[in-house]
């Protein structure tokens, strides 16, 4: 059983969340997923969730995979350096560390990016990089792996991410099967990605 613990902010991106939620958390046998934040409290976005969450001081539980999702509280958050501190913590203690979207920007923050491939939302690409100067964007994936560390693209992107890691730890006819439980048509290539070549006619 490995932990999955999910880092939530203000104005979280829904997706990005309860895209991999429900990839890992309909494999309870594997998998259990719980909710974290800097003060441990409810959070909200801006479609109007609300989860309850646990204070980041307080995880009892170990974390072997650490979700940092995006959306439009990354903005303020990379700015908090409580959270980013928090965040280095934490990731030193997990096994696994995820990105989708802009969350990447977080965790390019807190410089454990530098020198290793990641990737984050086409539409907030100039942005997310100003983040980590020395990190090596790849703005053409739909996912990248760099040791422990994943990143993916805009918001969908995460589920493809999400099953790709299930591929690389159960094998990929496991993750072909999660795909099509959820009638989910997953995207395999980590380097095909069409929404580049929309912004890039």
């Not at 259990?32 to 309850?52: D, M, P, T």
């Not at 560390?97 to 990016?113: E, P, W």
């Not at 792996?145 to 918001?155: E, L, M, P």
Request: proline share 1%.
């Amino acid at each position: 059983m490995m932990n999955l613990t999910v880092l939530l902010f203000e104005d979280f991106e829904t997706l990005d969340v309860f895209g991999p939620v429900e990839i890992f958390g309909r494999l309870k046998d594997k998998y259990q997923v719980s909710f974290c934040s800097l003060a441990g409290r409810i959070i909200k976005n801006e479609h109007g969730i609300s989860i309850v969450t646990e204070r980041m001081n307080d995880l009892r539980n170990e974390v072997d995979i650490f979700l940092i999702p995006g959306g439009h509280g990354t903005r303020a958050a990379v700015n908090d350096n409580g959270l980013i501190e928090k965040i280095i913590e934490i990731c030193g203690q997990s096994k696994y560390v995820l990105t989708v979207c802009t969350g990447s920007a977080l965790l390019a923050k807190t410089g454990l990016l530098d020198g290793r491939k990641a990737t984050t939302n086409k539409k907030a690409f100039d942005w997310v990089i100003t983040q980590g100067q020395h990190v090596e964007w790849i703005k053409k994936a739909r996912w990248t792996k760099a040791d422990k560390f994943y990143t993916s693209a805009g918001v969908s992107a995460g589920m493809d991410m999400s099953l790709g890691f299930l591929s690389d730890i159960h094998g990929v006819d496991y993750a072909r099967k999660v795909a099509f439980e959820i009638e989910y048509n997953w995207i395999e290539d980590m380097e095909e990605d069409n929404f580049y070549l929309q912004y890039h006619k």
